[in-house]
């Protein structure tokens, strides 16, 4: 009776029990590939932990899905009517985020349709793209770009400041200047590229020792800063 029932099973099903497991294990390895390479490669302020282990959990759940809807339209249209009914209101911070979860979804369909070439070679042939242009800093304005941040007393001479930031950078632009209520002091924000021979320690610690100069932070810029 039970070989007879696991016979049934077995006819409904596309794909045999050792390919479905080769499948999800496939899908997982993948997923943390990709997951790693997005934590390695991501820039900014915008990192979040859940989102990574999203695109490891997004490979292995599309490939799942692929399995059951196997070449099944009527499965394909429920499975649509039953995912409408989800609503995702989470906020992608960063459009490299879409890229990344769109690679997820395409590496899961790709293991659970069992094409594993296709889902190999796109892997790390994207892999290898995100870690190039990672390395590269492709798509940046300038190679080494800050956010001069500091408070500046109006009783002392404001040529001491803006000498060093000439010293140090090859470009500055004020973005932001701001008085203080009681009109002794100016919050000041500048735009810095850095000289190819300098550091940014090495500005912030000329900047300190300014009389007058206070609350000094430099923040990195190479991707997209609110300031």
């Known amino acids: 009776m039970e070989d007879q029932l696991l016979n049934a099973v077995g006819s409904m099903l596309t794909y045999s029990y050792q390919e479905m497991v080769l499948n999800v294990v496939l899908a997982a390895v993948l997923g943390f590939v990709l997951a790693s390479v997005y934590r390695y490669t991501h820039k900014g302020l915008s990192y979040s932990q859940s989102f990574t282990q999203t695109i490891f959990f997004v490979s292995i759940i599309v490939a799942i899905v692929m399995m059951v809807i ?6 394909a249209f429920a499975l649509v009517g039953a995912l409408s009914i989800i609503r995702f209101r989470t906020v992608v911070k960063d459009t490299r985020d879409i890229a990344f979860v769109f690679l997820a979804l395409a590496v899961g369909m790709a293991a659970g349709t069992s094409n594993y070439f296709l ?8 892999s290898f793209l995100a870690l190039v242009t990672y390395k ?37 632009n004020m973005l932001h200047i701001e008085p203080s209520g009681d009109r002794r002091t100016l919050r000041l924000t500048y735009d810095i590229v850095l ?4 550091t940014a320690e090495k500005m912030t610690i000329a900047l300190g020792n300014v009389e007058g100069m206070s609350e000094v932070v430099l923040i990195a810029a190479k991707s997209d800063v609110d300031y």
């Open 195 to 198: 000289k190819e021979d300098t």
């Open 119 to 126: 889902a190999l070679v796109s892997t790390f042939f994207v």
């Open 70 to 75: 196997g070449s099944s339209l009527a499965k």
């Open 136 to 172: 590269f800093n492709f798509g940046a304005l300038y190679k080494s770009e800050f956010i001069l941040r500091f408070t500046f007393d109006q009783n002392s001479d404001s040529a001491a400041y803006l000498e060093i930031i000439q010293e140090f950078s090859k470009r500055s």
